[in-house]
Every structure is written in C-alpha cells, then in structure tokens.
C-alpha cells in the first residue's frame, strides 16, 4: 500500500472513529496504539501466537540475541509459553521474525515495519532500537491481558492484519524521576524505565541531588552518600545507589534502548551536599540537614577554587558511570547566588562536564550565561530564557511546567502533588505541540520533549504512577507522533483501551472523567 492509500486509510478511519460510522458492517476504530504510528494499514486477516511459535532473528549479535530475549521474556507470564528465540530456521509458518537491515535508512535509527499476517509476524528495522519499538507495538495490537504477570487464562493471543511504518518525530523523549526529594530503589526505577520505554520513550533523566538529599555514591567524597543521603523529605530515611547498583539501573535502561541522565543540581539546591562539605558554602557555618519543600534558599560558593575541585571529582565519577552523551548540571531556581557568581559559575562547569566528554544540560536559567557549542537548555518555566537560549544557538529540550510536569495536580481534588503551574488533566497534557508553544522556539530548535516528576509528595511506586499514568502516554505520543496526525478526540479512543492494559501491568493510574475507560 503506498503512502497516499495509507493517508486515505487513516483519515476514513479517524472520520469514523468521530461518527462511528456503521454502515451495516462493524463499527471501525483506531488501532489501539500510543503513540500513534506514522502509517498504518490493517486487513482482515489476523495472526494467532500459538505454543509451536518461535522468536527468529536475522543475525545473532548480542544486540538481537537480547532482543530475542526480551521478547521471549515479555510474552511468557501471560501466556505461559517459553517462545525460543534463535537464528532463522526454514519452519517459518507462525514464527515472529526480528530483522535488522543497515542498508535501508529510510526509517532512521528508531523507526520499524511490522508486517504482520496469518502466517507469520515480521519486525524490520535498520537498527536494534528499531526492532525494540516494532515490539513494543506488537505488544499493544496482542490483547491487555498479554501485560499480566500470570497466566492469563482463557485468552487467544490473537494479533490483527496490519502493516506498520514509523519513526519518531523528536530523538529526544524523556521522563524525569526525582529521586532526590524522596528516594526510589533500584526495582522501582526498572519499573520505571520498562513503563516509559512501553510509550517508546528513550530518556531517563535521574534528579539525583537536590537541598533534601543526595542519591548517587561518589567515591572521592563519600559523606555525600553518608551524611547528604541519609534522609529526605518528610524526615525518612532516604537512601541512595551505590556505585554498582547505579550502573545496574544503566544496564536496564540498555537493553530497552533508554539513556540515563544524571543531574547534579547546582549551584543552588545544595543543601544536602553542602551538610555534607560545609565549605561548599561561602559561609562556613553549620547547617543542617533539610527535610521541608521549600527551594531557592542554598548555594555552593561560585567564588572557591574547591568547589570547582569538588564538582570535578563528582562528575569524574559520574561520567565513568554514564554512557550517554550527557549530564545535567541543574541551574535552576539558585535564588541566593548572586547573578554574576550564578554566570562564572555556569560558565566554569561546562569546561569541567566537556573534560570528562559530557555534553551539558541546564535547566532554562543557564541561558544567562556564555553557553558553550553543546550545551542544551531545558525549558520549564522562563519563556525569555529560553528565547535567550535559541538565540545563543542552543538546542531546547520541551518540558514546560504547565503541561509537561507530572507532579501537578489534576484537579482541586487530587490527593498528591503541586498545583503552582496550574492542574493538569489527561488532555491538557496531551494538547500542546513543543514546536509552536513558545513564540521564537520553533522546530528545529527543539532536541525533544520531557515529563518531569518531582517528589515533594510522592512517596511509593503507587503515588509514580498514579500521577504518571494516564498523562505520559499522552506526552510520549507528543515527542512520537507527527504533529498533523494528534487529535485528542480521537487520541482519547485509543487511550480509553489503555486502561485494562494499566489494570494489567498493575499500574495505579488516575481514571480521569475525560476518558470513556474500556
Ligand atoms: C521546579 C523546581 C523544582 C520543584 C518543582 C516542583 C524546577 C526546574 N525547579 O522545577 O525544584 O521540585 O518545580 O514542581
């Protein structure tokens, strides 16, 4: 089918999903996926997953082996079955084929084909990544309850006729998970990464420092962990990754192609690094350890060779444990640096993150200051900054707090969260386009979008995901999806079908009013 047929298929589907029209046959509606592909056709056959199937790869790299696995793993609790996944054999009827083609770039490095009809299923991709996101398709076109952690009985695992091209609009798709304000461990962030990499999101930034605690073991300069880290808001215990199980949560987003990025947050909300060294403070006083939510009120000394000597031990260590091109340095909110201590500030630590052969995030304030080639500036709040960031030659990363941040309320009645950005229902998440929210930011300023969640009032895994889910898929779909193609009548159709799969991965999501749940 060529494209055109495919756009006229689309567009009848979506006129009918707005009209149900009948016509005397069955009522047509969208393919149940988030995000919404680029192109998309079905047919009337479908493709049964039976005990006899196999997992069958092109090439037995360690990247497809993984993924043969991955696949095999992701399909046995429900299903019982323990598909083998192995090199291309001639008993081809009822296998699913995984297939990596370098030659043909036509897709880029994320971009698929899934074909699939009665006899076989077929993921094709020019890379892994690819392969990674034909799966995560398929996972959505097989029934909910493929996503139960038992056995699920009574369920055909029955897959339509559909032919699929996609790739995604923005490289750059991510969740932020604050870990500093309260702490996560290790199962919860894997749990994390396997829910956004489900939405086919490819960046877990981590908040690793903030005034209220500090996560991440740096081995130079160990009463960060000891003392930065033994508490957080709230007044528990806290908590924080050692230096292995930090790199055991790396491995994990690996192998379903997300890249960690770690913040540092600095020169302000420093608290609990400062608690720690009180030298990082021009004043040398006592402080104490903070366990409130109010910020703005620390900051390392921007004026001390040793702070710098400090920040170069830390990301020494943290670039040795981060395979990504980047660290996020934070910038934000440093109320009590002075502005021209806040710019030598910014302006040295750059230089320190490009030793180590890290690329800079900041946060939109870092504008201000003489941005090197590289550096990124992540949206939230200031509009001028980032207007000042474009015009520096910045790229943009889209995490603006009125729509994109997770930890803002739905509404009056929602029990976690903040409310100082606005309330955020499932559609005001969903409606807004990174490339025309901001007067002066336009498309090819823009690296990719971001859903923060901050933690001043999320507590357990539970609290993540009811303030995540239903609105990060939406978000997700945002970075995915091309532009002309979203419609919230008819994205909320397809998201309604999302709520038995919440049910059966066991996520906690916020049932909002806006959607007809299935
Ligand atoms: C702000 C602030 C964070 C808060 C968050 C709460 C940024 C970039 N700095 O966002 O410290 O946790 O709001 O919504």
Redesign the pocket.
Known sequence: MGISSVNRFCCALLACAATSCLGGKEEASPLPLIPKPLEASTGKASFRLTPKATIQLSDTSAAMKQLGQYLSQLLAPATGLTLPAGPITTDSAGRILLSVNETDTSLGGEGYILDINDYQVHILAQKPAGIFYGIQTLRQLLPAAIEASSVATHTDWIVPEVQIRDKPEYAFRGSML?VA?HFFGVAEVKRYIDLIAAYKMNILHLHLS?DQGWRIEIKSRPKLTEVGGSTQVGGGKGGFYTQDEYAEIVRHAADRFVTIIPEI?MPG?TNAAIVSYPWLNCRDTVHTLYTGIE?GFSTFCAKNDSTYAFIQDVVRELATLTPGPWIHIGG??SHVTLPADYIDFVNRVQPIVKQYGKKVIG?DEIANADLHPNTTVQF??DVPNTQLAVKKGAQVIMSP?KKA?L??QYDSTTRLG?N??GYIEVDDAYNWDPATLTEGVTRKDILGIEA?L?T?TIQTMDDIEYMVFPRLPGIAEIGWADTKGRDWAEYKLRLAKHGSRFKAMGVDYYPSARVDWK
Do not use: C, K, Q
Request: no cysteine; glycine share 0%; net charge negative.
């Open positions: 604050d304000r903030d947050d909300h910020v934000d909110e946060w939230w709040a707090s941040y930890d803002m903040l100082w950005a923060p901050w001043e």
